[in-house]
């Protein structure tokens, strides 16, 4: 097993913060919205890419992200504008899975093919991204989320429209398997 | 070092251990494995415990799976109204949908004709049943749809969690004499066939298992060999389960000759998955913890009857984990990943595989902030 030792900025924006800064940037603050993008751009990259499995698509979900949020922030009434972003993470990056694979009539985002292939993981030289690319696109989403997005599997539950059983059965799943594709 | 060790073994073992199963056979609950998920204690209200109806059944004539009415659970909101959506069936549409969180059950409990209309009746088991969540079903069920509500002993989701587990056990151990494990979406109870007797399993498996599973012996209950879908190829249990989803009825001696290799080659890979099943990430990501689901109404006679007073049980407690810490300083423990399939092994090689993710974490182009500061200013 191979796993480099990169490091990684484990500073999550907490949800108490970042309601102050949706605050600002409701007021026309630029700064306030570089700030959010600073600390969540990664993580939502992160989440985009496994769901899209390509880079150029990934960034332009991102894009859309980002513009979204700044052009229509979330009211009041969103307490946890840390999962809305990601719930709008999510839709977008399906969204934008079943425009180009043309399935615009699929409902459930469950429905959409497995099998697109994560274009990155070819060109990475990291064990994990090409480990990651051999599961299934809802496990690598719910890896993403709990893991780069700090998200417990009640809130993934909800980001994602599944039962939080699932997701916690499912992130079970890929451990194990990338633990055995890791250790062979 | 050892010293420490074994004087703070001595004080636990001698106080905390008698007086703990003295307190816990004086109450009518008992806590379950640590690692099912935790429940927001808001949420879900505990069922009220019923001293008439035991969850291990005594050897009896029962043939088929426990029914809702077998519990005696109390009504709420027995409204016998119709739904006011335009499902037709409600349990496809959850079938498709996925089932409602705090859902415990949903048995169809008949049909019948009404001023040439066919009106088929329901009974719905809620965890933390209220109004509002009737009505949210009320919205969703079909006018055709009767609904009677009443409360759940636990949530349908959760129970999922425990039939795999039961299902991991029937598999895991050997001579454990689990036949079957039947996962019910018409009752709040899992019954788990055995080849033994059924006190022999609830006197182990209580405080495990208790409230969310029925043991039956074989005698007592016919066997169900249809909906059964054998595994492939691949030898893994975990894509056995999941084919299960719709069979609901897991066979230990059929996954077993399917599968010889299983449990001398296959076993590490579970051992890191039993008991620990949900394995938490880090030390602040306290994912699933302890949570009282069921109630046992039977208390074992072998209960201790002696107490043991507050304050010792505290003292002697705070002197055991400081000795325990000293130890634990002086020893430093390490975990290395091997090959002899030790729980503490695989969270090691678990926590290696999160580290290395959150370190993998991708970055956009650095010119993408740009790109979306000239969008917004467009």
């Known amino acids: 097993m191979n796993l480099t030792g990169a490091t990684h900025s484990t500073d999550i924006l907490s949800d108490k913060r ?167 | 070092m050892k010293k420490y ?16 199963s003295a307190s816990a056979a004086s109450q009518s609950e008992v806590s379950i494995a640590e690692d099912m998920p935790e429940r927001d204690p808001m949420e879900y209200s ?42 037709e069936d409600i349990i496809a549409y959850w079938e498709k949908n996925g089932y409602p969180e705090n859902l415990s059950f949903i048995a169809e409990t008949g049909s019948e004709m009404i001023d040439g209309e066919v009106y088929t009746n329901y009974d719905v088991g809620l965890v933390n049943a209220s109004e509002e969540k009737c009505e949210e079903i009320l919205d969703i069920a079909g006018s055709n749809n009767v609904l009677r509500f009443t409360t759940g002993a636990n949530a349908l989701w959760e129970r999922e969690l425990y039939f795999e587990k039961l299902c991991y056990l029937s598999v895991q151990e050997e001579d454990i004499g689990i036949l079957e494990v039947q996962f019910h979406k018409n009752s709040d109870m899992i019954t788990v066939v055995v080849s033994g007797s059924e006190k022999t399993y609830y006197d182990r498996f209580s405080k495990q298992f208790g409230g969310v599973a029925t ?30 989803s719709h ?3 897991f066979h230990a001696d059929i996954f077993l000759a399917d599968n010889p290799g299983f449990r001398n080659g296959a076993h590490d890979i579970i051992e890191g998955m039993y008991p620990d099943g949900f394995t938490t990430i880090g030390n602040g990501d306290q994912e699933m913890g302890s949570s009282p689901i069921g109630n046992i109404t039977a208390i074992p006679e072998q209960a201790v009857d002696k107490s043991v007073p507050l304050w010792v049980i505290f003292a002697a407690g705070a002197a055991a984990l400081i000795l325990a810490a000293i130890a ?45 500061k000239d969008n917004i200013a467009k």
Not at chain 1, 130 to 141: D, W
Not at chain 1, 174 to 184: H, N, S
Not at chain 2, 5 to 20: G, K, N, R, W
């Open chain 2, 215 to 244: 043991f039956v012996n074989e005698r007592n209950v016919a066997t169900d060999n249809t909906g059964f879908v054998p595994g492939n190829s691949e030898n893994k249990i975990a894509n056995y389960i999941e084919k299960l």
């Open chain 2, 5 to 20: 060790v074994t004087l703070s073994l001595i004080l636990l073992s001698a106080v905390i251990l008698p007086a703990y």
């Open chain 1, 18 to 184: 970042l309601l102050a800064l949706i605050g600002e940037m409701r007021g026309g603050s630029m700064k306030a919205f570089e700030q959010i993008y600073s600390a969540l751009s990664k993580p939502v990259y992160t989440v985009a890419l496994r769901i899209a499995g390509e880079r150029t698509l990934a960034e332009d979900i991102t894009q859309d992200v980002f513009v979204k949020l700044y052009s229509s922030p979330p009211d009041d009434s969103v307490k946890k504008p840390r999962a809305y972003i990601f719930a709008m993470t999510h839709n977008a990056a399906i969204n934008s899975l079943k425009k180009m694979l043309r399935l615009e009539d699929i409902e459930s985002a469950e429905d959409i093919p497995d099998g697109y292939s994560l274009q990155s993981a070819a060109e990475s030289r990291l064990d994990i991204a090409a480990a990651l690319a051999k599961l299934p696109r809802t496990e690598r989403e719910i890896v993403a989320l709990h893991i780069n997005g700090g998200f417990k599997f009640r809130e993934i539950a909800q980001i994602m429209g599944i039962p939080a059983g699932t997701a916690a059965w499912r992130w079970n799943k890929a451990i194990k398997t990338l633990r055995q594709i890791l250790e062979e």
């Open chain 2, 328 to 372: 634990a300083l002086k020893l430093r423990v390490r975990f290395k990943v091997g090959t002899n399939g030790t729980a503490a092994a695989h969270r090691g090689a678990e926590d290696k595989i999160i580290s290395a993710i959150k370190s993998a974490e991708e970055q956009p182009d650095p010119r993408l902030l740009e790109k979306i």
């Open chain 2, 46 to 87: 505990k069922p009220v415990p019923n001293e008439n109806a035991s969850t291990i059944s005594e050897p009896s004539s029962q043939v088929e799976s426990a029914s809702p009415s077998d519990y005696d659970t109390p009504m709420i909101f027995q409204r016998g109204e119709c739904g006011s959506g335009d499902v």
């Open chain 2, 247 to 249: 069979a609901e009825v």
